[in-house]
Each structure stands twice: as C-alpha cells, then as structure tokens.
C-alpha cells in the first residue's frame, strides 16, 4: 500500500545550524505538502509542490519536489529556537488520500 | 486559530465503551478529513467527506464510523473501544473535493485515553 518514508525521525541541532529532512513515497505523487507541528498542537500548513523539480522557497526554508516525483525535502537554513516541532510530508496519489509522512522531530537546542 | 473546531478536547473511557468525535468545520469548508495521531507517531488518514458524502476511505477500522451532516458537521464514531485506540484524532478542512487542491486546516484535536 501507499506509504510515505522520512528520514530522520529525529534531529537536534544547535541554533544556526541548517537542518533538512527528506520525504519518500513508494509510488509516483500528484503532488507533495509540509506542515509543521509544534509540540502539543496542530499540524499547519506550510507549503504544496506540483511540478516535477519544483522549488520553493519560504524566507529560510527551502522546499523541493524531486524530479519523479516520489521524493521530496525541506532545508531549514541557520534553525531558529521557533523551528522547533515536527514537520510533516504529505503525499497525494491519484485516490485522494492524503497520506503523511511519519515525521522528523526536530529540537532546536539554544 | 485554524477556525476548525474539535469536541471534547479531551476524553476518557473504558475499553469496551463507545464514543462521539465532533468536529466543525471552517465557513465555507465543504471537505472534513479525520486522521488518527498515535503517541510520537505520524498522522493516520481515516476518512474524508465532502458536502456529505464519502469522498475517501484510509485505514478505518470497521469498530469506527464517521458522518457528515447536513450543516457540513462531522462526527467520528468510535465503538468497542480497546486500549490500542488511545490517540490523538484530528479533523481537518478544506473547501476542496480533492487533497490535491490545497491545504487542509486542522482543528486542536480530541485526545482520547482508553483504560
């Protein structure tokens, strides 16, 4: 069945560190979104990739969608004690389901 | 504040038991999702509505139910309840049919402790 892979499941990093966590889908995606959860919330939304080797950037966050589209990242340039959570890949195939990635936890330390 | 609103926040029962999930959905929304969230695990994708009918089936197990009514409210039903249910349940909108549209805005959770 459908599933979508991070690495790593865990990451500390001092702040001003780069951190980058990597989605991978076992079948071909329409498209890819990350949300972010930060401890004891919800998961919000941060950004969706479409086309094949899209990038996109958000201030110093840096998305990608690879080129066939069963992988994807997130680069957090210098980390921040507000990046603090876990982020989340999710994954659309053709059946509309969205399907998360299990997450990568990070921890920010000062 | 996501405009997504979850009852109860927090719930307690006993195996065996049966419970109720509520779940409003931002104005205009028209797709609700629910998604199960286990402690330090990923988000299970349960079921999806939309404009009250299912749109998607995840990995619902058949002890649970879900509807959407009329004023676009959900409910997820959750019966026999066993220890292996405690989790955190999300539901989430979006105004589109389909989650490749857009982003999803998830309410604050229900926690449910089964003991």
């Known amino acids: 069945g459908q599933q979508v892979m991070q690495i790593p499941q865990y990451q500390h990093v001092q702040e001003g560190e780069d951190f980058t966590t990597y989605c991978n889908s076992s079948?071909?995606?329409?498209?890819i979104q990350w949300y972010k959860q930060r401890p004891g919330g919800h998961p919000v939304f941060l950004i969706q990739?479409?086309?094949?080797?899209e990038v996109k950037k958000q201030k110093r966050l840096t998305f990608q969608f690879g080129e066939a589209k069963k992988n994807s990242s997130l680069h957090i340039t210098a980390t921040q004690t507000t990046d603090v959570g876990t982020y989340f890949c999710?994954?659309?195939?053709?059946?509309?389901?969205?399907?998360f990635g299990t997450g990568t936890r990070l921890t920010v330390i000062p | 504040d996501s405009g997504v609103t979850q009852t109860p926040k927090h719930l307690i029962t006993a195996t065996g038991q049966r419970v109720t999930l509520r779940c409003s959905p931002r104005?205009?929304?028209?797709?609700v999702y629910w998604y199960q969230q286990s402690l330090d695990q990923g988000l299970q994708f349960l079921i999806q509505?939309?404009?009250?009918?299912?749109?998607a089936k995840g990995n619902i197990l058949e002890r649970f139910s879900a509807q959407q009514f009329p004023d676009l409210h959900s409910e997820l039903n959750l019966s026999s309840l066993e220890l292996g249910d405690s989790a955190l349940y999300f539901c989430?909108?979006?105004?589109?049919?389909?989650?490749?549209?857009?982003?999803?805005?998830f309410g604050e959770g229900s926690r449910l402790t089964v003991l």
């Open positions: 079948t071909t995606l329409s498209n």
């Open positions: 999710a994954g659309e195939t053709g059946a509309n389901n969205l399907f």
């Open positions: 104005s205009g929304d028209l797709s």
């Open positions: 990739l479409v086309k094949s080797g």
């Open positions: 509505y939309y404009n009250g009918e299912e749109r």
């Open positions: 989430a909108s979006s105004v589109f049919p389909s989650a490749r549209a857009g982003e999803l805005f």
